[in-house]
Structure formats: structure tokens, C-alpha cells
């Protein structure tokens, strides 16, 4: 009930391409969806999020695209660049005024390595 | 303005000893959250804190607990530590509550149980 599903695992874009990372929520009660970027050694970093009242919230290169009655959403990255190589994480969770809630549930996690 | 500060930055430990891991909010935040990151298992949620009091807790084991100040700067303790426990633990603040608020994320302590 909790999961949220992400894919590919592991991805590799040419540069200029667009990357692209889906979700997959099975909780109705998930209202809120930011991704992460992380580097080795670093923490994660809130790249973007969206709400479910919007389809699509863009920030520069990176789009996040919402799918409520399919319950899935994702990023994409335009014209991707090397510096762009991370692992990124989809993430939900939900307002706490229904209780119960559990902090960020995340994905497993993409492996992206843009090549020059 | 200073990111989430989490102290140390590396640590070993010996099985069956106990730990405990610092992490300092951004400032004006008031919410700490700590996950456990591992290659097999991914990033998991332990538990919140959000003045002073507990408000959630993941599924794990009662040898992991916490606490915050009211400075808002919280720790995690985990006790009687096993091979498993090995992780990156990380530390999240936000200003309100992490829940549908934005969670800025600490670089994470790195504990080895050796």
C-alpha cells in the first residue's frame, strides 16, 4: 500500500538527450511527490516537486509530469548533460491530517549516466 | 544560510555497541526526520520529530530511537548494534513538517558495524 515503484534502474542518455524516470504510486492518499538528486557521497538533494492538483511543473531542464488516475508520475530531463550523471529518487507522501503518516516513501532509485 | 549539518560524517563501530548520530536543522526549521539509506533496501523512514515530541516512526526495531531539542537539533541512538545496521543515515529538515513540506537533506553519517 505503501510502495512506490520506480524505472528504469539503471538508464544512459547522449548528451542533448532526454532522460526520462518513471513512478508508480499504489496509495490514493499520497499527496505530494518530489524527486531527489543525489551524488556519491552526498545527501539528497529536492530537485522538484509536484502536487496532484497540477499535471505538469516545469523547473528549467527538469519536468515533472502527473498522472493522477493512473497513479504514476515522472521527470524529464531536457537536453541532458554529464553534469546530470546522479542517482535520482521519486518520493510521496502524505498530509498528516488524516494520521498515520510515514515521512517520504522513495523509490528504489535510477542510476543516470549522461555520456558526453 | 547553512544546509543540514550532520555530525560525524563517518563512523565504525564493533557489533553490540551503541551509536549515537548528531544532525543539526536548517535554522528556523523545525522538523527532523532520519532515513536509513542502504544499496539493498534503499532509503527507508525511521522517524520524525517536531518540537520535541516523536510524531512518527517507521518500521523499524526499538534498539533505533531519537530525540530533538529545543534548539530543534536531534539525535538518533541505535543500541546493541548489528552487522545490518551498516548504512548511511540521513537527516531531513523542514520547516514545518516534512509531510507535503519541502525536506532539505544533510550529506548523511556513514556507519560501518564491523
Known amino acids: 500500500q505503501q510502495q512506490v515503484k520506480q524505472s528504469p534502474q539503471s538508464l544512459i542518455v547522449q548528451k542533448g538527450g532526454i532522460s526520462i524516470i518513471n513512478c508508480a504510486y499504489e496509495?490514493?492518499?499520497?499527496?505530494?511527490f518530489p524527486w531527489y538528486q543525489q551524488f556519491p557521497g552526498k545527501g539528497p538533494a529536492l530537485l522538484i516537486a509536484?502536487?496532484?492538483?497540477?499535471s505538469e511543473k516545469k523547473e528549467g531542464r527538469f519536468t515533472i509530469s502527473f498522472n493522477k488516475s493512473a497513479k504514476q508520475f515522472s521527470l524529464h530531463i531536457m537536453d541532458s548533460q554529464p553534469g546530470d550523471s546522479a542517482t535520482y529518487f521519486c518520493?510521496?507522501?502524505?498530509?498528516?491530517?488524516?494520521?498515520?503518516?510515514?515521512?517520504?516513501?522513495f523509490g528504489k532509485g535510477t542510476h543516470l549516466i549522461i555520456q558526453p | 544560510k547553512a544546509g543540514v549539518t550532520q555530525t560525524p560524517r563517518y563512523l565504525i563501530k564493533t557489533r553490540g555497541q551503541q551509536v549515537t548520530l548528531s544532525c543539526s536543522p536548517i535554522?528556523?526549521?523545525?522538523?527532523v526526520s532520519w532515513y536509513q539509506q542502504t544499496p539493498g533496501q534503499g532509503l527507508q523512514f525511521l522517524f520524525e520529530?517536531?518540537?520535541?515530541?516523536?510524531?512518527n516512526k517507521g518500521n523499524f526495531p526499538g534498539r533505533f530511537s531519537g530525540r530533538q531539542f529545543s534548539n530543534s537539533r536531534s539525535e538518533m541512538n541505535v543500541s546493541t548494534l548489528e552487522l545490518g545496521d551498516s548504512a548511511l543515515y540521513l537527516c531531513?529538515?523542514?520547516?514545518?513538517?516534512?509531510?507535503?513540506?519541502?525536506?532539505?537533506f544533510g550529506q548523511g553519517t556513514r556507519l560501518t558495524v564491523v
Open positions: 535554522s528556523g526549521h523545525r522538523s
Open positions: 518520493a510521496a507522501s502524505m498530509s498528516e491530517a488524516g494520521g498515520g503518516a510515514d515521512g517520504l516513501t
Open positions: 520529530y517536531f518540537s520535541e515530541t516523536q510524531r
Open positions: 496509495n490514493t492518499a499520497f499527496d505530494y
Open positions: 509536484i502536487r496532484p492538483d497540477v
Open positions: 531531513a529538515s523542514s520547516f514545518f513538517k516534512p509531510l507535503g513540506a519541502e525536506a532539505f
